[in-house]
């Protein structure tokens, strides 16, 4: 089948290639949703409203608020989980959060698969939600030490509170409960991350844009608010006592399982009112066809055997996913935000009058200025660049926020240097030797009253989530409009490999030194090094995706005009009943 064809079978069958929302730290991903004409047509004529929105709406937003409410509250405190209730150490503490952030951004290229190929998004929303909830109650149950046989060993902790010398039992949980966990939780949450959003957008009538395009700032926000509600709560409910303990991590982790059961139980309820899309096939597989077919033979071959249309987009989406290498290094920088930066907090100070501000409670402020900055770079720093001559080009877009990023961890490593100083007049003046390890321990609070407080953190993370906002969604949009028609999808899969990579580089590089200082130091010159990378990528790749961008919209404008004839004509004939779709699969 030629492409010319494909192209217009598919506009008349009416399927809708739209922007919808896959979440990734809460930020907007280019997906398709579908819209197929027949029964889900006449369905959603049936379907009762409120407030002019489909009824299942609210219940599918609802889900996405529970689910994101669930991740981020387990994930707030994981990293201290790891390193101080179940001893782990630093170093294997961070391989292993790392580890599942790397699964968790791998593991949506199965999810996608299998909803597109398989089963479907409801099925696969309900099915790998199950998982989810089986890893949220393993990570909750196992975390419940005194119970035999999830323990390693048994403690006491003597520590001063309020003057007063008081003695805890300390109960260490085994590490295989956890592992089994937070597996089960990656497939989970893997497989119906790039389902829920575009799944809501396939209940709306293809000419509800509006509606649609509301829908996804609700979906969006409920992902934020899900995230902020639970940062600020996991970290309190972990510290206070229970089972003879003086923390309480299972309380921790299952009132995140406990609205994740919520989440599934919310998404059930409006089964009766959904527009269930049948599966209409992955282009990932016909891609990795022809990029093999690239590799072993040559361009006219492939030509032969897959059709010119095919080999042109998969040189394109190729061409894409060189932009998103440096990317691995942006999100090895990123993501270090809830592990590394933790262990600095952890050295700080956090009194506030009477109340403590804990380490892993600090992430809420990243999630806090993405609200309160997306609509100011959009509605005041890009027009103002504009405005005094500066491009906002993607270019400059990403490299500028790849450079704040890079920043941000020279600030990090100044705060290195300034927390070590307090430790050394300290030591100083007390004639102790203690190190910055001690320095984290809760059993030596007394370390951290003269320490630098907390909130001097803010600024960094103020400049990280500017780096945020400038590199990483303009990498959404860059993928999205720069990505073939029939490929976007794929493009936005392959955008979340680069975030499961940066992970895996931190665990990698983790051993090169123990001091901070060097470590943050070293992490910023390799960003830069990123930096250096995409500029040149972009000048050589710049070219060729303008080129195929160009021809395709050009394509796309000659076909519109052909495909109102052949819609009128059907109309006037009386036919009703559209061409079969059209088939995704390689033609072998």
Wanted: charged fraction near 15%.
């Amino acid at each position: 089948m030629s492409r010319k064809c494909s192209i217009q079978l598919e506009e008349y069958d009416g399927a809708r290639r739209r922007s919808s929302i896959m979440e990734t730290k809460g930020h907007v991903v280019a997906t398709e949703i579908h819209d197929v004409s027949g029964d889900n047509a006449a369905k959603k004529q049936r379907v009762p409203r409120v407030f002019g929105y489909p009824v299942s709406i609210p219940f599918i937003i609802a889900n996405e608020f529970c689910e994101r409410f669930s991740y981020y509250g387990m994930m707030a405190i994981l990293f201290i989980y790891l390193k101080d209730k179940l001893q782990l150490g630093e170093d294997t503490a961070s391989m292993w959060y790392h580890e599942f952030q790397a699964l968790c951004y791998l593991t949506p290229i199965l999810g996608a698969l299998v909803a597109d190929i398989l089963l479907g998004k409801f099925r696969t929303i309900l099915i790998f939600s199950i998982i989810y909830l089986m890893g949220n109650m393993t990570v909750a149950l196992t975390s419940i030490g005194k119970i035999d046989i999830f323990q390693a060993k048994e403690s006491t902790i003597t520590k001063e509170v309020d003057g007063k010398v008081e003695t805890w039992m300390d109960y260490t949980p085994a590490l295989w409960g956890p592992l089994i966990g937070l597996h089960l939780i990656a497939l989970g949450t893997g497989g119906i991350k790039p389902c829920v959003s575009s799944f809501g957008g396939d209940q709306f009538k293809k000419t509800e844009t509006e509606k649609i395009q509301k829908y996804f700032s609700m979906f969006y926000a409920s992902i934020n608010a899900g995230s902020l509600i639970s940062t600020a709560i996991s970290p309190e409910l972990r510290s206070i006592g229970c089972f003879g303990e003086h923390s309480c991590f299972p309380a921790a982790f299952v009132i995140p399982g406990g609205t994740l059961l919520f989440a599934i139980i919310a998404f059930l309820l409006a089964s009766r009112w959904y527009i269930i899309v049948p599966p209409l096939g992955n282009p990932l597989v016909d891609a990795t066809k022809v990029t093999f077919g690239l590799i072993t033979s040559n361009t006219q071959e492939c030509e032969k055997r897959y059709g010119a249309g095919k080999v042109a987009d998969t040189k394109q989406l190729l061409r894409v996913c060189t932009i998103f290498i440096p990317f691995i290094f942006f999100w090895a920088l990123f993501q270090q935000q809830s592990s590394t930066w933790i262990v600095q907090l952890s050295a700080m100070n956090g009194q506030i009058g009477g109340f403590e501000l804990k380490p892993d409670q600090m992430q809420i402020f990243n999630p806090l200025y993405i609200l309160l900055l997306i609509p100011a770079f959009e509605y005041g720093v890009y027009p103002l660049m504009k405005k005094i001559g500066i491009p906002t080009t993607p270019l400059v877009r990403m490299v500028t926020g790849m450079v704040f990023t890079s920043l941000s961890f020279v600030m990090a490593a100044i705060l290195q240097i300034a927390i070590e100083g307090k430790l050394d007049e300290y030591n100083v003046e007390h004639g102790t030797s203690f190190s910055f390890l001690q320095l984290q321990n809760e059993s030596f609070p007394y370390l951290r009253e003269n320490q630098i407080h907390r909130l001097a953190m803010i600024p960094q993370i103020f400049i990280l989530t500017c780096g945020e906002i400038m590199c990483s969604i303009t990498a959404l949009e860059f993928a999205y409009a720069y990505a073939p028609e029939s490929m976007k999808s794929v493009c936005q899969s392959l955008l979340l490999l680069s975030n499961s990579f940066g992970n895996v580089l931190v665990i990698i590089f983790k051993k090169v030194t123990d001091n901070y200082v060097i470590m943050f130091f070293m992490w910023a010159g390799l960003q830069m090094f990123g930096v250096i990378l995409i500029i040149i990528i972009l000048r050589v790749m710049q070219g060729p995706l303008e080129e195929f961008k160009e021809a395709a919209t050009a394509a796309n404008n000659s076909q519109n005009p052909k495909m109102d004839d052949i819609e009128l004509e059907g109309k006037k004939n009386g036919n009703q009943t559209p061409p079969p779709a059209y088939d995704n699969t390689v033609e072998e």
